[in-house]
């Protein structure tokens, strides 16, 4: 039972427009949500993360806005760079829990 | 600067040989993690270990067993290989509960 959804599996951008990345989550439990990035044949590394009790959090070029009501959240890269193209993995937790949950990716490219 | 070291990086193993991945890390983290990924899916947790001498189990433990008698090592055995344990292993680490996992860059593993 996939209880994060990452229902798009490729998507390609431009270089400079925004890529927006999407995931869904089926647990109430959960209130702390992470992205990761991957290259290939490394592991993921922790790209932003955001707590139930915002609604948005910015870094940089990367934004993560989670909608509660919806079980949705999603990861803005504006602008896209080519160093962007990349696998993206979201993943959530709940509060009391030790194991984070991973959707199952979105493979990233921007085209230059 | 090392962080989280898996080896090997690729093995090959004959259906009911055993082996041990192994997993260390030099980032003095209590936490650590063994997490399996296969085509298309995310990562799905198969062990964990808040602390020196406590393991627990994940999502996906059967076939598989680890001991955690340092801080430092995390290691997993696989006793009796079968074909459904071809995939990538990634062991990771956190400082607390909840927090960003670090992950090593994984060991790929394939049983025939």
């Known amino acids: 039972d996939q209880q994060v959804k990452q229902n798009s599996p490729s998507l390609s951008v431009q270089e400079g427009r925004i890529s927006i990345l999407n995931c869904d989550y089926t647990n109430s439990m959960f209130d702390y949500f992470l992205w990761y990035k991957k290259y290939p044949a490394e592991g993921p590394t922790f790209l932003i993360s955001?707590?139930?009790?915002?609604d948005k959090n910015e870094d940089g070029r990367f934004t993560v806005f989670l909608n509660k009501s919806a079980k949705h959240l999603s990861l803005h890269i504006v602008p896209s760079q080519p160093g962007d193209s990349a696998v993206y993995f979201c993943a959530a937790t709940p509060e009391t829990g030790n194991q984070f949950y991973f959707g199952t990716g979105t493979s990233l490219t921007v085209i230059p | 600067n090392a962080g989280v070291t898996q080896t090997p990086k690729f093995r090959i193993l004959k259906i009911g040989q055993s082996m041990t991945l192994q997993c260390t890390q030099d980032?003095?983290?209590?936490?650590m993690y063994w997490y399996r990924q296969d085509p298309g899916m995310g990562l799905k947790l198969i062990y964990y270990?808040?602390?020196?001498?406590?393991?627990d189990k994940g999502e996906v433990p059967n076939g598989y067993n680890v001991s955690r008698s340092t801080t430092e090592d995390f290691p997993l055995r696989l006793e009796l290989a079968a074909p459904s344990q071809t995939s990538v292993y990634f062991c990771?680490?956190?400082?607390?509960?909840?927090?960003?996992?670090?992950f090593g860059n994984g060991t790929r593993l394939t049983v025939t």
């Open positions: 990771a680490t956190s400082s607390s509960s909840g927090s960003p996992l670090h």
């Open positions: 270990s808040v602390g020196a001498g406590i393991t």
């Open positions: 955001i707590s139930s009790i915002k």
């Open positions: 980032m003095n983290h209590n936490y």
